[in-house]
């Protein structure tokens, strides 16, 4: 997806909020200093981790990482006069990744990502849309794979508009399988407050520590920065990792994903691994070490592993999916208080 363009003009929604943040810190002005960087290097004086289980990284090149419970958000961001503002990266909707698995012949499976989080939709070639989930479900304990006897030849998800208020339209993305591929990862991505653009600013708190103020999330006070920038220091070795690992994975949208049998996403080192042409795998060099571990935690062997590719998704008129024509069960069914209906995935289950 394209990146908004960097200026001020795609603030115009945020500039009322800025507005305020401006007359709450006129309020305090006697507890607050504002902290303006300055110089070529603004971005390695304010680099760091701010805040401790929650908050945001700032990194010497333009990019951050916010972090919290359920939240991990990477982009980049800029200065703008006294304030920073942020582009978190742009996330699609949906998904899918695929892989053409010889040990399925002609049956397709499906492993449904990240569906329960909200109503969502699958539609396989012309039949009656399915929900993926039933209304009011919980108990959840993913994977959650989907089998039908047959290669399905389009997919159509659909997710309700998240953009306007009480919009009952949805959209809609379809997927034509010219490869003939059997075997697939379908992502759902919930759309998050925390990947709204949004700004910030630095200030001094009473000790003279650097701080942080966002404008979506750590309420008045902000952030602390709680470790400067110091790769000789554990703490920032690791997110400098965590942030490694994103951009090595290719960021937002790899090109390919890998899986164990179970559907267990792995970032390999591929130089450990030689490929079966004729199995499709990706073969550990060591696969045959440590195989009483692995009989015991099949859900963790990274010895085997199979390339799914990204596939493009084509986006359709809202017009295109009919919900009231939808089959009347779900894909899955999870339920606490009906815990033998409920779907369970079979671990001993290969492919």
Request: with cysteine; charged share 25%; net charge neutral.
């Amino acid at each position: 997806m394209r990146r908004k363009n960097k200026s001020t003009s795609g603030f115009i929604k945020l500039l009322g909020f800025i507005s305020l943040i401006l007359m709450i810190k006129n309020s305090m002005a006697q507890q607050i200093t504002h902290y303006l960087p300055s110089g070529k290097d603004s971005a390695k004086t304010i680099s760091g981790q701010y805040g401790d289980n929650s908050g945001i990284c700032l990194f010497e090149d333009g990019k951050f990482m916010l972090f919290g419970y359920a939240t991990l958000v990477f982009g980049s961001y800029v200065f703008e006069k006294d304030y920073l503002l942020f582009y978190p990266d742009e996330i699609p909707l949906f998904q899918l990744y695929a892989y053409r698995n010889p040990r399925l012949t002609d049956t397709t499976r499906i492993d449904f990502i990240g569906f329960e989080q909200e109503k969502t939709f699958v539609q396989f070639e012309n039949d009656s849309p399915n929900q993926v989930f039933n209304d009011k479900a919980n108990c959840f304990s993913p994977p959650f794979i989907f089998q039908q006897a047959k290669i399905s030849q389009s997919l159509k998800f659909a997710a309700r508009s998240q953009n306007v208020d009480q919009d009952t339209t949805y959209q809609v993305f379809q997927y034509t399988n010219d490869g003939e591929f059997n075997d697939f990862l379908a992502i759902y991505n919930k759309p998050q407050r925390a990947r709204q653009n949004f700004s910030a600013y630095l200030y001094l708190a009473e000790d003279k520590k650097l701080a942080i103020r966002l404008s979506n999330y750590g309420g008045e006070k902000g952030f602390l920065r709680e470790n400067p920038a110091d790769r000789t220091q554990e703490y920032w070795r690791e997110k400098l990792h965590m942030k490694e690992a994103y951009e090595h994975a290719g960021a937002i949208e790899p090109m390919e994903i890998y899986c164990n049998q179970h559907y267990t996403i792995f970032y390999p080192d591929l130089s450990e691994y030689v490929l079966d042409s004729g199995k499709k795998q990706y073969i550990h060099t060591s696969a045959k070490d440590n195989e009483d571990y692995f009989t015991e935690n099949p859900t963790q062997d990274d010895r085997y592993l199979m390339k799914y590719i990204r596939q493009n998704l084509r986006y359709k008129q809202p017009n295109s999916f009919n919900v009231s024509k939808g089959s009347n069960t779900s894909l899955f069914f999870s339920s606490c208080e009906e815990p033998e209906r409920s779907y369970k995935y079979q671990k001993g289950r290969i492919h």
